[in-house]
C-alpha cells in the first residue's frame, strides 16, 4: 500500500507545517501582545494531521509501524491545551497576555521534545 505510506509522509509534512506556523507566528507577534492570523488554522491543521497519521499507522494502511500510543496521547492532551489556549485568544482578543502567547510557544515547543526525544 505505498499510496497510503505517500499520504502518510504528506500529512506529516502538512503537520510540521501546522505547528511552525503556530511556533513562528506566535514568536513574531509576541511583543505586540496579538494572536498571530492563522494560529487556529495552524494547530488545528496539526491536530488533524496527527489523528489522521496515527489513523492510517494503527490501521497498517501506511507502512511505518506501530505508533507509540503513551507518546501519542500525551502530546494529544498538549496539542489539546494549545487549541484551547488559541481559542480563547481568538475569542476574546484584548485579553491576550504575554502569558498566553508565552504558553502556547512553550507548549508547542514542548511537543516538539516529545516528539522528537521520546523513544
Ligand atoms: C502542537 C502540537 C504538535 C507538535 C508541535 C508536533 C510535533 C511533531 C514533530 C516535530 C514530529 C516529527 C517527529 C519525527 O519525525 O521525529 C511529529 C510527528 C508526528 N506527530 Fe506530532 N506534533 C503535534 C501534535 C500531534 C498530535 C495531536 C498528534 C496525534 C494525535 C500527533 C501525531 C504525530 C505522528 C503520528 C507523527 C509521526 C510519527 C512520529 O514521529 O511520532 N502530533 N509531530
Known amino acids: 500500500m505505498w499510496r497510503m505510506t505517500t499520504l502518510y509522509y504528506v500529512l506529516l509534512v502538512l503537520h510540521l507545517v501546522g505547528w511552525a506556523i ?31 497519521m496515527v489513523g492510517l499507522a494503527s490501521s497498517g494502511a501506511a507502512d511505518v509501524g506501530e505508533p507509540d500510543n503513551t507518546k501519542i496521547a500525551v502530546k494529544l492532551l498538549v496539542a489539546v491545551v494549545v487549541t484551547a489556549l488559541v481559542v480563547q485568544g481568538v475569542r476574546k482578543p484584548a485579553k491576550v497576555t504575554n502569558g498566553l502567547l508565552g504558553a502556547i510557544a512553550g507548549l508547542t515547543a514542548l511537543n516538539v521534545g516529545i516528539a522528537v526525544l521520546w523513544r
Open 22 to 52: 503556530v511556533l513562528g507566528g506566535v514568536l513574531a507577534t509576541m511583543r505586540d501582545r496579538v494572536l498571530p492570523r492563522g494560529a487556529l488554522h495552524g494547530i488545528l491543521t496539526a491536530l488533524v494531521t496527527g489523528v489522521l
